[in-house]
């Protein structure tokens, strides 16, 4: 009875550790629009966790609690520098599925834009997926564009990163 509670314990936990989560968001800019939405168990579930087209629901005004006159703890530096660490590490373990877009991009001169777009062009083209365009706008200083996004990562893969930012807080 006991081993086949743990049996079962053991692979719930495994679906969950092994089972990728994804996340997708969506953006554009006419109509204003953002859409992210979580997939766990392989995208089996989709939670949304930000839709900018949902109504919202109206808040009640309710006062915050006085703050206590005590200082506030902040991270110390060993912290920071482990948790930059650990996210560059956990940035190694997604996996992008998909990546599409385009962005107009204007800055009021037509010298300034063509120097951005040169230095943003490069950057882009350096990257390893394709799918992102980037569209220089002379005339007229503006920002715009649409793009979808689509991340994978298997929970499973960040146990090390974990570890080890654990172990560099010792």
Sequence with gaps: MILGALAGLAAVLAVLLLAPVRLRAEA????????????LLGGLLPV????STR??????????PAQPAGKKRRPSAKMLRAGARAGLEALGCVRIDRLRGEARIGLGDPALTGEFWGRASGILIALPWRGFRLVPLFDRQTLEGEGEIALS???????????RFLWRLR
């Design 28 to 39: 554009t800019s006419d109509p204003a629009r953002l859409r992210v939405e979580l997939g």
């Design 48 to 51: 949304a966790l930000v839709d």
């Design 55 to 64: 109504a919202r629901k109206p808040k009640r005004a309710t006062p915050e």
């Design 153 to 163: 990562v298997v929970p499973a893969r960040l146990l090390p990163v974990l570890a």
